[in-house]
């Protein structure tokens, strides 16, 4: 399935993919390859934490599903991997990727599948940063707190007035993608509402 859209004097090409399935993946990466012979930036921004009916914390890990915990590492650690090994070969000197993490102040009690799909995708962040850094593609991670989504503010109204705007991050991914930091390589960003940028990998 495939729309177009324009605004603003731009246009954009969407193609649906469900990164759950390695079958989707594959015929998604096909897809781009045959279309596009560069890509200058990747963002891997997607992610499990709730499904249809219910969201995914406070619970015991051996309560999860099995299907939520392997859909879950997919969409938010294996599909970001195979994104980036296939298209790292299309990327030139100065292109950029930017994984999305998350902030884990009440530690991995709870959501632990989500937890862990997160605290993989700095690991990649920082090895893929180092293994790029000859061929000049920079690779950064941005780690936001709660983010006001619709998702959030249905399953968390009660804090939704501490939740950073979805906007917010996007405006720091474009800047995080633009030669003003070009320099800035295998880093990790935390983004909380009214703060500043802060530097911080989740050790």
Request: a neutral charge; one cysteine or more; charged letters at 25%.
């Amino acid at each position: 399935m495939k729309q177009r859209s324009k605004s603003g004097g731009g246009s954009s090409d969407a193609i649906k993919v469900d990164l759950s399935s390695i079958e989707s993946i594959n015929s998604f990466i096909y897809a781009v390859k045959q279309k596009y012979k560069k890509i200058d930036t990747l963002l891997n921004i997607a992610g499990i934490w709730h499904g249809k009916d219910e969201v995914y914390a406070g619970k015991k890990y051996e309560s999860f599903d099995q299907k939520v915990i392997i859909d879950t590492y997919m969409v938010g650690t294996i599909a970001p991997s195979l994104l980036a090994h296939a298209f790292i070969p299309l990327m030139p000197q100065g292109s950029a990727i930017i994984n999305l993490s998350g902030t884990f102040e009440s530690g991995a009690k709870g959501w632990l599948p989500y937890y862990v799909s997160k605290r993989a995708i700095e690991d990649l962040t920082v090895g893929l940063a180092e293994e790029l850094k000859d061929k000049g593609i920079r690779v950064n991670g941005i780690s936001p707190s709660d983010t006001a989504t619709d998702a959030y503010k249905h399953y968390f109204p009660q804090y939704i007035q501490d939740a950073i705007a979805p906007e917010e991050i996007a405006k720091f991914a474009v800047y995080f993608c633009s030669n003003e930091v070009k320099d800035i390589t295998g880093k990790i960003y935390v983004l909380k509402k009214d703060k500043k940028p802060m530097e911080a990998f989740h050790y």
